[in-house]
C-alpha cells in the first residue's frame, strides 16, 4: 500500500472428494453361493470398491489422485509424475531409484473410472471421465477464487463471503454500500511512483460485491494512474452490471465507461490489458491545479445493471436503490 498521504472520501447513493467408481467395473459375474440369502449377508458380500481405488490412486507425497503418467521403483510403490520431480528421483516408500518404470496397470484403472469434481463439496454436481474431469476443475465455476488483493502477494482462496471478510478483517479494506462512490486521492510526489496498489475499496449493491482498484504504475518512461473496476463473482454475471469513472479539473474531464471484470481474472491481467481510466501523469497534474507539485485527484463513479426493455428495446440501466 503507498505510504503517502492518501485520502479516501466517499460519497454513497481444494478440497478433495471420495472418488466414485461405476460398480459395473467391479461387480463379479458370478453370485457368491450363499444358503442364507438376507439383507445382512447380501451388505456383507458387497464389494465397496470405491475407497480402495481411490486409495490406489492416491500420490504418497503429495495425495492428490494421480494421473498418467504414473511411475513405479522396482519394488511396485507408486508416485505421481510431478513429485517424482520433488523426491530427486527416490521412491518415498522404499528410497530406491524410481528410474523410469511406468505403471501401465494403474494408467488404464485412472483412464477408465468416472468420477466427481473434487469441488462437489462446494456445490458441482458434475461427474467426468478422468481426463475430463482434470479440464473441467481447471475452469469449474464452483472453484474457490483467489483473493482480490493486490497490495501484496496473498495466497488465500475462498468463496466470496469468506473473501469479503478476508478483505475486511486482515487487509483492512473500506467496505461500502451503494452504487455510487466519490473518492479523493492525493500523493505528495507524483514523480515518484511504485508498482504498487494505492487504494482499494469494496462496494456492496445489487446483492454483489466490487472492488474499486486505483492506482500507479509506470508505463513507458512515465507513470500513469489507473482506475478499474472488479467484480467478485463469474464473468458471465458481470456482464450483467456497468460502471463509469469520471476524473477532471480545471474545466475538463475524462470519462469511462466498460463492463467490470470478473476477480478471475487477476489484477495484474486487468491493469495490464489498460481496461478501465488511464489518467497520464501530465493529465493527472493539470487536473489537479495549483503549482503541479502534488497529486490532487477526484474520482466519481456509478455501477448499474443492465435490464432488458420488456419491449424488446434497448437495455435499461437501473441503479441500486
Not at 467391479?26 to 458380500?45: A, I, L, Q, V, Y
Amino acid at each position: 500500500m503507498e505510504s503517502d498521504s492518501i485520502e479516501c472520501i466517499s460519497s454513497l447513493d481444494g478440497i478433495d472428494v471420495n472418488e466414485i467408481v461405476h460398480s459395473q467395473l467391479f461387480s463379479s459375474s458370478k453370485t457368491p453361493h450363499n444358503n442364507n440369502k438376507n439383507n445382512n449377508n447380501k451388505n456383507n458380500n458387497s464389494v465397496r470398491p470405491a475407497t480402495s481405488v481411490h486409495e490406489l490412486l492416491e500420490c504418497p507425497v503429495c495425495t492428490n489422485s494421480m494421473y498418467p503418467p504414473i511411475h513405479q521403483c522396482h519394488n511396485g510403490h507408486t508416485i505421481c509424475s510431478t513429485c517424482k520431480e520433488r523426491v530427486h528421483n527416490r521412491c518415498p516408500t522404499c528410497r530406491q531409484e524410481l528410474g523410469d518404470i511406468r505403471c501401465l496397470a494403474l494408467e488404464k484403472v485412472a483412464e477408465s473410472l468416472e468420477l466427481p469434481c473434487k469441488y462437489g463439496s462446494l456445490g458441482c454436481p458434475e461427474i467426468f471421465p478422468y481426463y475430463s474431469k482434470l479440464k473441467h476443475e481447471a475452469m469449474c465455476n464452483f472453484r474457490p477464487y483467489n483473493c482480490p488483493y493486490a497490495g501484496s502477494e496473498c495466497s488465500i482462496v475462498g468463496d466470496i463471503p469468506y473473501l469479503v471478510a478476508h478483505l475486511r478483517d486482515d487487509h483492512k479494506v473500506d467496505m461500502h454500500s451503494g452504487c455510487t462512490f466519490n473518492h479523493r486521492y492525493v500523493k505528495s510526489n507524483p514523480r515518484e511512483v511504485e508498482n504498487a496498489t494505492w487504494m482499494l475499496t469494496v462496494f456492496n449493491c445489487f446483492g454483489q460485491y466490487f472492488c474499486l482498484h486505483f492506482e500507479a504504475f509506470q508505463l513507458g518512461v512515465a507513470p500513469v494512474y489507473m482506475a478499474f473496476l472488479r467484480f467478485m463473482g463469474d464473468e458471465t454475471d458481470a456482464r450483467n452490471y456497468s460502471y463509469s469513472l469520471e476524473v477532471g479539473g480545471n474545466g475538463r474531464k475524462l470519462i469511462w465507461e466498460g463492463t467490470p471484470r470478473s476477480i478471475r481474472d487477476s489484477h495484474r491481467k486487468v491493469r495490464d490489458s489498460h481496461d478501465g481510466l488511464i489518467i497520464q501523469r501530465n493529465m493527472a497534474l493539470f487536473f489537479s491545479g495549483g503549482d503541479r507539485k502534488e497529486l490532487k485527484l477526484r474520482v466519481t463513479g456509478k455501477i448499474w445493471k443492465e435490464q432488458q426493455n420488456p419491449d424488446g428495446g434497448a437495455c435499461i440501466p437501473k441503479l441500486c436503490s
